[in-house]
């Protein structure tokens, strides 16, 4: 018999006086998982997280946690704990006040709060650190007692609000890897809030792309970069070449399409079928795409309109001398390719399995 969710949204909707901030949204969340939830800003993803930390209750649908509905039941009384963005630690407080600020609204004894004040700041790699003030902290220690402030209390689930918008590149992808051990050390639920789609690539077992409310794909950082099922998870999750045209032939899932500068694609259609005539989408990462500098068969001639330099994830901009179209290619990390520069000429292919192809926006 399944483990019954750590937390379950069924059709969960959020109206305001003017628009529908969620539409019916429905998940589930197993326990012991790392589950994000990704989206541009003003998708509503944040409003769906209040709504489960019980800052806001839904307008209507049912949320439940370990089984039980939270509907009517105050942030106070439910077993989730909450980062934020800017981490809201008490200056005022040392380390140990702060991680045991709940345990004391609680009225848990001083003894037991110190042992698990202690015991917690062990687990998150800050033994001893007690009596220190926060203004002593690096970024990355005041993210971690954030953490540790929440997980004393051993909620069921952990909710974090783009916890790590505030740090600086390098401490932002050192913070990935920390997180994602901390959740699998503590085997607790961690519901996590980004527009970072590398954040929610890294470190979750299952995403959620949401886009205007709803809920476009859940699924695994696999399933979102190799198969995503609509033109908005293809264009927002990982980069792409995305190119726009009238479809000119169909065979089974094959199709061409010709842009509107006149290039001649090859793609496969993925969630639905298009006809001849109708406009569509192509979507091709720039790493799915071959480069050569001499002539090779099904390859088109290009210019190299600039090369961003940026180690293993160097870019070159092509341009299609005939047409204007400009494709992003991911470039090899071999000697052959270190020389290129503005005005070169190189070829470029790609397997036309590896290109999506979805129904553009009306037109």
Wanted: hydrophobic share 40%; aromatic share 6%; glycine share 10%.
């Amino acid at each position: 018999m399944p483990a019954t969710p750590d937390l379950q949204c069924i059709e969960l909707t959020k109206d305001f006086s003017d628009f529908r901030a969620v539409d019916q949204v429905s998940f589930d969340v197993p326990p012991g998982s790392f589950f994000s939830i990704l989206g541009p800003s003003g998708c509503g993803k944040t409003t769906l997280l209040r709504m489960i930390a019980g800052f806001q209750f839904p307008t209507s649908g049912d949320l439940k946690i370990k089984g039980k509905s939270m509907i009517g039941v105050g942030p106070n009384k439910r077993p989730v704990s909450m980062v934020f963005q800017h981490l809201a630690l008490f200056p005022m407080m040392n380390i140990g006040e702060n991680v045991g600020f709940g345990l004391r609204q609680r009225g848990v004894n001083k003894t037991e709060i110190k042992q698990r004040v202690e015991r917690v700041l062990d687990r998150v790699g800050l033994p001893g650190i007690t009596e220190r003030q926060v203004s002593q902290l690096s970024g990355g220690q005041k993210q971690r007692v954030a953490i540790a402030r929440c997980m004393v209390l051993e909620p069921d689930v952990l909710l974090l609000d783009e916890p790590l918008g505030a740090l600086d590149l390098k401490l932002r992808e050192h913070m990935k890897i920390e997180l994602k051990s901390l959740q699998s050390a503590f085997n607790t639920t961690f519901v996590y809030i980004t527009h970072d789609q590398s954040e929610a690539l890294v470190m979750s077992d299952k995403i959620a792309v949401m886009n205007k409310g709803r809920f476009d794909q859940i699924g695994t950082a696999r399933e979102l970069y190799y198969d995503p099922n609509s033109a908005f998870v293809a264009g927002f999750v990982g980069d792409a070449n995305r190119f726009e045209g009238k479809i000119t032939a169909v065979n089974g899932d094959a199709v061409t399409m010709i842009t509107d500068n006149g290039s001649h694609l090859k793609a496969r259609t993925i969630t639905e079928r298009v006809t001849e005539g109708q406009h569509v989408q192509i979507f091709i990462r720039p790493e799915a795409i071959q480069l050569t500098l001499e002539a090779v068969a099904d390859a088109d001639e290009y210019m190299i309109e600039s090369v961003l330099f940026n180690g293993a994830n160097s870019l070159a901009i092509l341009r299609d001398p005939a047409t204007g179209d400009l494709l992003n290619v991911t470039l090899p990390q071999t000697g052959a390719f270190l020389v290129l520069g503005k005005g070169d000429r190189v070829h470029a292919r790609w397997d036309p399995q590896q290109a999506r192809c979805y129904p553009g926006e009306g037109r």
